[in-house]
C-alpha cells in the first residue's frame, strides 16, 4: 500500500462491511489507504470478508440494534474518520393495507433503529474532519407499490441528513441511495426469480443494468473524499428514478 493514498493515517467503521454494498466499500477505503473496521452479527462472515480484504482490516461482531453493545463498541474506537452504515435488515412488503402494522415496527426495528443507534454512538467518536455516509434506498422516493414500509425507512433516515449537516459541521453527513444491486442481500430469493427481476429491472434502466456493489461504493467513496459534499441523498440507481 502506497503510503501516500489519499486516506492513509485515517480510520473507518463500515457497518455491514461482511457483505454487498458494505463490503465493496470496506474494500474501496482500504484501496484508498485508510485502516477499517468492519461490523456485522456473525463472526463467521466477518472472517470470510477479512479473508478478502488483506491486513488493514479488523472486525467487530456487534449486532446494531443493541445500543449498549454498539455503544460500547464504539467507545474503544480511539480515532474514528469516516463511518459508513449498509446492514440489512429484514422488510414487511406487501400491498398497504395487507401488511401488518407489526411488520413495519419491525422493519423500522431492522433497519432504521440500528442506523440511528449507529449514528448516534458513532458520532460522538468522530473527527472534526470526519464524515457519515448513510446507504439509504432509493424505495424513499421510487414509488413502487408494496415497498411503503421501506420507503418510510429510508425516508426517515434521509430525513436527517440536511439536519445533522449543519448541526455536526464541519463534519460532513451524506446518505447514497441505491437502485437495485446484485448482492448477498438477494440470494433468499430462488434463481430463476431473481434473474427475472434483474433482467426486468435493466431493461427499465436508463444505464441498461442493474446496479453492482461496487459502483454504490463508488459513490460512497466520492461522499468520503469530496471535502465540498454535506448534506446529499446522493442517487446512484443508474438513472431508474427518472424513468
Ligand atoms: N441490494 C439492493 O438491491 C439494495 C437496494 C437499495 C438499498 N439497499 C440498502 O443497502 C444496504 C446494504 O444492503 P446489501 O444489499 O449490501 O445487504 P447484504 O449484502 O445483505 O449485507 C448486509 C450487511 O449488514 C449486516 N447486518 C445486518 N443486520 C445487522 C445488525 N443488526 N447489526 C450489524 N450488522 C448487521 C450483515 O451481516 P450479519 O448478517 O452478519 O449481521 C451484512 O454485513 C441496506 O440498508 C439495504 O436496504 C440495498
Redesign the pocket.
Known amino acids: 500500500m502506497a503510503s501516500d493514498s489519499a486516506l492513509s493515517g485515517q480510520s473507518a467503521v463500515v457497518?455491514?462491511?461482511?457483505?454487498?454494498?458494505?463490503?465493496a466499500t470496506a474494500r474501496a477505503l482500504v484501496a484508498q489507504g485508510a485502516t477499517v473496521t468492519?461490523?456485522?452479527?456473525?463472526a463467521d462472515?466477518?472472517a470470510k470478508?477479512c479473508e478478502t480484504l488483506g491486513s488493514q482490516i479488523s472486525t467487530a461482531s456487534?449486532?446494531?440494534?443493541?445500543e449498549s453493545a454498539t455503544a460500547a463498541f464504539f467507545e474503544s474506537i480511539q480515532n474514528l474518520d469516516h463511518l459508513v452504515?449498509?446492514?440489512?435488515?429484514g422488510?414487511a412488503l406487501g400491498p398497504f393495507t395487507e401488511v401488518p402494522v407489526q411488520g413495519v415496527r419491525e422493519t423500522f426495528d431492522?433497519?432504521f433503529w440500528?442506523?440511528f443507534i449507529?449514528m448516534h454512538h458513532g458520532a460522538k467518536q468522530l473527527s472534526e474532519k470526519g464524515t457519515i455516509t448513510l446507504?439509504?434506498?432509493?424505495?424513499a422516493i421510487a414509488a413502487t407499490p408494496a415497498t411503503a414500509s421501506?420507503g418510510a425507512v429510508?425516508g426517515a433516515l434521509e430525513g436527517m441528513i440536511k439536519t445533522l449537516a449543519v448541526e455536526l459541521a464541519p463534519r460532513r453527513i451524506n446518505a447514497v441511495?441505491?437502485?437495485?444491486?446484485?448482492?448477498?442481500?438477494?440470494s433468499r430469493i430462488p434463481d430463476d426469480i431473481r434473474e427475472g427481476m434483474y433482467a426486468q429491472s435493466a431493461s427499465d434502466t436508463p444505464a441498461g443494468r442493474?446496479?453492482q456493489?461496487e459502483d454504490?461504493a463508488n459513490a460512497v467513496m466520492a461522499c468520503v473524499q469530496n471535502g465540498f459534499l454535506t448534506g446529499l441523498v446522493l442517487p446512484c440507481d443508474g438513472g431508474k428514478r427518472l424513468v
Open positions: 457497518v455491514g462491511g461482511s457483505s454487498g454494498i458494505g463490503l468492519i461490523v456485522g452479527r456473525s462472515r466477518l470478508a456487534v449486532d446494531c440494534t443493541d452504515i449498509s446492514l440489512a435488515g422488510a431492522g433497519k440500528p442506523y449507529a446507504v439509504t434506498g432509493a424505495s421501506l429510508n441511495s441505491p437502485g437495485l444491486t446484485d448482492t448477498e442481500a438477494w442493474i446496479g456493489p454504490v
